[in-house]
């Protein structure tokens, strides 16, 4: 295969522990099928704060920008927690989505069965839950107009919610394409009994359904949905919102299978770029002790097999030996019963490589 | 005691029924505690657009006004769901919030014991679980400007999320005066990472907080916030937030209790008024067919004797005989394990008189 580019911008804490796992998973993969990757590291988040004065500094995004695809560690800690807005990872975080046109985040949050035990839900009730949020990215409340002004009762602050029928269409029409690769479900939240821009949501979605009437569509209030994660979240399949309710739901989703070190996501735009990432934070509590889960962010790498290259062979054999190494009863410290009996990052690593 | 007056609004679906109930045990404490009320009844929701061609009649929001505490049962039903904006049931919902001034939302999960099962959650998890939620009701995003504009990628829907430092202020103290009266715990829940609404709630907290110094007080971010509900709910005492965040986290609490059809809630404003309903929807699938679970509504009554009232002794009987009923294994279908062996509505209400 020609060499695929990837910039790697491993971030803060965990990040580039759990990423050079992800790599040497990659580079197995190279042997095995013939793959090639250039690999190019760029400064981002805290790190970055610290090196070069932002959060996303020109060069890493002409890197990403250059790239086929990205990996991403993990960014931010509470050392640049109280700084101005410029100079905090989140708004890196932010700004990489906007300027690659990452409008769409998709987090599986599937239930391995061997962790099951994890979660704070009964077994029962997980049983089957293998569901996908796929969550707007670049719009909504996240990037429009916030400000301060006087107002009749002292000082206010504004933030604004907006959505074209643009933005909506192209998101909606994503998630019902994913919809038609799996159980054909689609769940569309909004709050359109309060929301205008919710109303304009649910009439696009309106509006695209009869495209895909092999989909099964429901609207779902965020309320409800809130509530119905926790009461059925085996009947879901494919979830589609906007951006703040995405945030709050896929944390909800992800929490759910009780097992965060093990869960991947993508963002991803037009076209085939995308950025992959484990869905858990720095945890800068357990930085550089060797002893973080990478399985989430080597998962990450077989998302992006699947959806950016096209390689579903080599992200099936590393999905699998991530079963196969778990099913022989390896654990990292966060998924272990017994914490004494566990094994550390670069173990975990290449443990699945051994698997491969 | 001197009468006091009531407002019924018993709304649509199932409410005429769980508000009997309610209305049944009040009753029955003036017999008991000597007290006095009188009660009044007027058309909200479905029921008013019908018959008034409006969800608020004037009429009913006048008697409101005029009443000591309005007693809610459930509004809103599939019949209205397509009408236009202005003649929805949750417009009414909102008008009266907004035309009462009832700026707080207070909504407490506890676990009954002999519950625990109803939940999807371990039982182990949820030991020792008894949070409230206090939401903001009359600001934000709810409340904001909402509008249709043409913009430069066509249509587009706006909705604007607004808060002023007197709002914030006086939930926020309201907030830290229930955490003063209970386990001293308050976790205040934004997106100060995102928002600017959320940065100004974040400061007045701030400032607030010296004057509890005996409440420790964290800062919540609201998707941290999703996931830790579900990891570790017990740890809550009481969550203040804003109003959109407070109704996808407050509907996701109720829901790790298991048993909705439990839960009461208070809308309160400046001063000891207030509005009290179940927290369960109108349930039209059930309407009529006298199944409906009568204990949130009759808990409400507790909540307002409590809240309004500060008649403590009646508002204890009617917890104690709630527990009780439940403790001798009453149950309606909602909660049964074996519906065959379940109580109605009516039913339901007179074992709880009859243990008062
Ligand atoms: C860090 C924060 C800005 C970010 C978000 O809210 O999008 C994070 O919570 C996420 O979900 O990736
Ligand atoms: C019906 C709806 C407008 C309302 C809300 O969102 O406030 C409801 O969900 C609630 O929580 O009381």
Request: glycine content about 10%; overall charge negative.
């Amino acid at each position: 295969a020609d060499t695929k580019k990837i910039a790697v911008i491993a971030g803060d804490g965990i990040g580039p522990e759990v990423v050079a796992e992800a790599i040497k998973v990659m580079k197995k993969t190279e042997e095995l099928y013939g793959l090639s990757f250039e690999f190019e590291h760029g400064l981002f988040g805290g790190i970055a704060i610290d090196e070069k004065g932002t959060p996303l500094p020109q060069e890493t995004l002409d890197m990403c920008k250059a790239a086929d695809a990205v990996l991403l560690g993990a960014v931010g800690g509470p050392k640049w927690d109280n700084n101005p807005k410029e100079l905090r990872p989140e708004t890196g975080l932010l700004g990489i989505r906007k300027a690659l046109g990452l409008f769409s985040n998709i987090r599986p949050a599937k239930i391995f069965d061997c962790l099951k035990d994890a979660s704070t839900l009964k077994p029962e009730v997980l049983e089957g839950t293998d569901l996908i949020v796929v969550r707007e990215l670049t719009g909504g409340i996240y990037f429009g107009d916030k400000f301060r002004r006087e107002g009749a009762n002292g000082e206010e602050a504004v933030d604004t919610c907006v959505y074209n029928v643009h933005e909506v269409e192209r998101i909606v029409r994503q998630a019902f394409e994913i919809a038609r690769t799996r159980r054909k479900k689609l769940a569309s939240v909004d709050k359109a009994n309060v929301l205008e821009t919710s109303r304009l949501w649910r009439e696009v979605v309106g509006r695209i359904a009869p495209e895909y009437p092999d989909v099964e569509l429901e609207h779902v209030l965020v309320d409800n949905c809130a509530m119905q994660l926790l009461r059925r979240p085996a009947s879901f399949d494919v979830i589609v919102t906007e951006n703040m309710f995405g945030d709050i739901l896929s944390d909800e989703a992800a929490m759910l299978t009780g097992s965060i070190g093990m869960l991947s996501s993508a963002s991803l735009g037009e076209g085939a770029f995308g950025l992959y990432e484990p869905v858990h934070g720095s945890a800068p509590d357990i930085a550089g002790q060797g002893i973080a889960n990478p399985i989430a962010t080597i998962l990450s790498v077989a998302l992006m097999y699947r959806l950016t290259f096209g390689y579903h062979e080599a992200a099936q054999s590393i999905e699998d030996a991530v079963a196969s190494v778990l099913d022989a009863g390896h654990r990292t410290a966060d998924i272990a019963t017994d914490r004494s009996k566990s094994v550390g990052t670069q173990q975990m690593g290449d443990l699945i490589v051994a698997a491969m």
